[in-house]
Structure formats: structure tokens, C-alpha cells
């Protein structure tokens, strides 16, 4: 069964940095895409960015609103990936979903983690 | 950007009633088009890639149609498990992938 495990949300202050993790199972990890999407609370759906598969030599991008701020990376030999999270606002509240991205018929994400909160407050 | 629009925001119906929610998008994103289902405190679900290609395990009561920028996904006889957040999502510009802002259904 594939899984996608998220962890490492919580609260933090204005301009300080959080690193999220998440951890997959149940499939060949290096081999899909990957891709944080948050969702502000009582919002909709945002990407945040994009990690290749180690085929396509795990190159990254980034939405305009994190960019120069958060850096996604990941260690397949582990199957984790994570989210760093730099100069946080509050504006960056909510709930971050890892997903795998599957290559059929176009793009799309066919697993999602459960999602870790993360709340900027002073 | 491609930027993703759907309708209604929001909709009542009963269990049984057949539902149509509309996602377009700003340019045309041929039939990169995604649909996913969101209940609350949930991670969303695919339901229909590519369109129109439903996942396997949901039900045959929905369904996707269109190409180029309108989209349309359909339930039939609406369930009570079928209350939920839809979202629309275009991979055209993958990975910049853009969601539409979701339509409500809620019990009449």
C-alpha cells in the first residue's frame, strides 16, 4: 500500500524556519515526482513546489509565492523528502500535503499524506 | 499563469439528484485536466484523471468530460458520501500545476 507520511508542522514565529518531512512506503520512492501543495485554513488548494524523480536528476520548482524561501529536497535512499521553510509569514498558515505525482495520461496526484499544520504566530 | 475558474462555488442538493460542477480554464490545457474530491479534515482524492479517466475505485456515478478549456464533471444520483470540496486541477503547466478554487456540495 503506498503511504505518504508528513510530520514536522507546528507553530512558529514570524521570520523563523520550520523543515517539514515526509516519509513514503510502499513504492519505489525514487522513481515519482513529488509535490507539497498547502491549503490556507478554510481555503482552497496552492502548489508549493516540486521535486523530480532521481531520473530526471531531482530538479526542484517552486510557486512565485515561496520561491527564494522554501527549498524542497529529498533523499530516496531514505524515501523522504523534505520542506524547508525559511522567513515564514504568516500568510504560510495552513496545511501542507506531500503528494506523488503519477506520470499516466498527463499528470496528476494519485496519493496524498494526511497533511502537517504549520501556523506562523507571534 | 493558467488560472483555473469553477462553478458554482457552492450548491445544495439531496441524495439522488444528479450534479453538475463546471471548471474552465484561462488558456486552453487540452485534457490535462484533473478532478479531486476533499471532505473535511481530509486529503484529497482523485477521482478523474486526464478528463476523463475515473480512478479506479470510484464509483461509476461520476464522470468528466471536456478538452481545451471547459470541463465539466458530473455526478448522477448523488450519495451521502458524495458531500464534499471538488477541486479541478490543469497539469498542463506541470509541474506549476494550478487548482480551481473548489465547489461545495452540501445536503440540501
Known amino acids: 500500500e503506498v503511504q505518504l507520511v508528513e510530520s514536522g508542522g507546528g507553530l512558529v514565529q514570524p521570520g523563523r524556519s520550520l523543515r517539514l518531512s515526509c516519509i513514503g512506503s510502499g513504492f519505489s520512492f525514487g522513481d515519482y515526482g513529488l509535490s507539497w501543495v498547502r491549503q490556507a485554513p478554510g481555503k482552497g488548494l496552492e502548489w508549493v513546489a516540486f521535486i523530480s524523480s532521481r531520473t530526471f536528476d531531482e530538479t526542484t520548482e517552486y510557486a512565485a509565492s515561496v520561491k527564494g524561501r522554501f527549498t524542497v529536497s529529498r533523499d530516496s535512499s531514505k524515501s523522504i523528502a523534505y520542506l524547508q521553510m525559511n522567513s515564514l509569514t504568516t500568510e504560510d498558515t495552513a496545511v501542507y500535503f506531500c503528494?506523488?505525482?503519477?506520470?499516466?495520461?498527463?499528470?496528476?496526484?494519485?496519493?496524498w499524506g494526511q497533511g502537517t499544520l504549520v501556523t506562523v504566530s507571534s | 499563469d493558467i488560472q483555473m475558474t469553477q462553478s458554482p462555488s457552492s450548491l445544495s442538493a439531496s441524495v439522488g439528484d444528479r450534479v453538475t460542477i463546471t471548471c474552465r480554464a484561462s488558456q486552453s490545457i487540452s485534457s490535462f485536466l484533473n478532478w479531486y474530491q476533499q471532505k473535511p479534515g481530509k486529503a484529497p482524492k482523485l477521482l478523474i484523471a486526464?478528463?476523463?479517466t475515473l480512478q479506479s475505485g470510484v464509483p461509476s456515478r461520476f464522470s468528466g468530460s471536456g478538452s481545451g478549456t471547459d470541463f465539466t464533471l458530473t455526478i448522477t444520483s448523488l450519495q451521502p458520501e458524495d458531500f464534499a470540496t471538488y477541486y479541478c486541477?490543469?497539469?498542463?503547466?506541470?509541474?506549476?500545476?494550478?487548482f480551481g478554487p473548489g465547489t461545495k456540495v452540501d445536503i440540501k
Open positions: 486526464a478528463a476523463s
Open positions: 503528494t506523488r505525482e503519477r506520470q499516466w495520461l498527463g499528470y496528476h496526484f494519485d496519493h
Open positions: 486541477q490543469q497539469s498542463s503547466s506541470r509541474p506549476k500545476v494550478t
